[in-house]
């Protein structure tokens, strides 16, 4: 397959009073036509910082960004217009993401209206066809967003991103707002349309087991870094970064014999303002070691298209082990 988008050695920073937040920090990847990239990982990992920055909505502090093969680190205002076009977002909470004083049929027609493609007669028509796209009913047409529960809410998003066509789509934990009957329907719905109109997402969530539903392939991230990428059935059969396996430990399981299986980590988590050389995971590693504090890390191809962040990763799943219940 193609490849739509890539990032190389991409960083985001946030200058404050008291030092530099490395929200991003030299992140590398790509994505290919028609295919979901799963992002995971703790509160403040730096997940949504880094589905904005490759669309733009926040400015990279250095590296590059690329687009069916262009460079689009650095837009001016026109090439920014229409790249707009190829991209969109799904935010996490559709109540906050949609305007309270337009109608749903409103919200829809507004990106078709900006960009100046379509005429009135166009624009009706266009409307009903993305409302019957994602299911809205249309009744609902002249209602407001306060007037519709969270899923259809959340479809009014869906049917919004999707009106000028885009080919790339951040998924920015968009069901966790949901009830899980809910999640499961928009789940779908995100699939389907993918299938039908071969889309690429970005989804992000920090729910292990929606991700592993949606993507082909996951990265894993912690404090700002990729700790390990794989495919997605090679992240959750033979999982190597010390965090992956604590993260797979969590997931909730039918029938599980004991909680003895779980990974519970301790301490807290480091601060992202001007970390310190080394792995950022050491202080919370059940297996970490001298070096590991002080020795900066770098991504290993431990198996074929499977990197993990850990020197010490061929040596991950024997300890985990050993010590699955006891760190509690």
């Known amino acids: ?137 249309k009744r609902l047409r002249n209602s407001y967003p306060h007037e519709l529960d969270g899923g259809r809410r959340q479809r009014v998003g869906i049917a919004r991103a999707l009106a000028l066509n885009p080919k790339f789509v951040v998924c920015d934990e968009p069901v966790s707002a949901l009830d899980v009957s809910i999640q499961a329907q928009i789940l779908n719905l995100l699939m389907d349309l993918q299938q039908r109109f071969s889309l690429s997402y970005l989804f992000i969530s920090h729910d292990l087991s929606v991700v592993r539903h949606i993507s082909n392939r996951i990265i894993i991230m912690y404090l700002g870094q990729v700790v390990e990428t794989a495919e997605t059935d090679q992240i959750f059969a033979n999982a190597l970064h010390p965090y992956s396996i604590a993260l797979l430990s969590a997931i909730p399981r039918v029938n599980a014999v004991s909680a003895s299986s779980r990974i519970v980590l301790k301490g807290d988590v480091p601060s992202p303002m001007n970390p310190k050389p080394g792995c950022r995971f050491a202080p919370r590693c059940w297996m970490a070691r001298d070096d590991c504090a002080s020795t900066n890390q770098e991504l290993i191809e431990a198996e074929p298209g499977h990197f993990v962040f850990c020197k010490y990763a061929a040596e991950s799943r024997k300890s985990a082990k050993t010590v699955q219940g006891t760190l509690a």
């Not at 992002?39 to 250095?62: A, F, M």
């Not at 026109?78 to 409103?106: C, G, W, Y």
């Open 1 to 137: 397959m193609a490849e739509l988008f890539k990032v190389e050695k991409l960083k985001k920073y946030f200058p404050t009073a008291r030092g530099i937040v490395h929200a991003v920090d030299d992140v590398s990847f790509s994505i290919e036509e028609g295919r979901t990239m799963g992002l995971v990982g703790e509160s403040g990992c730096g997940k949504s910082t880094l589905g904005r920055v490759i669309i733009h909505l926040l400015e990279s502090t250095d590296g590059k960004i690329f687009f069916e093969g262009r460079d689009i680190t650095r837009l001016s205002n026109k090439e920014m217009t229409a790249f707009r076009e190829h991209v969109q977002i799904i935010f996490q909470d559709p109540s906050s993401s949609l305007n309270p004083r337009l109608t749903i049929k409103e919200t829809i027609q507004e990106p078709l209206q900006l960009s100046r493609k379509f005429g009135p007669a166009e624009v009706e028509k266009e409307t009903i066809h993305l409302m019957d796209l994602v299911g809205i009913e």
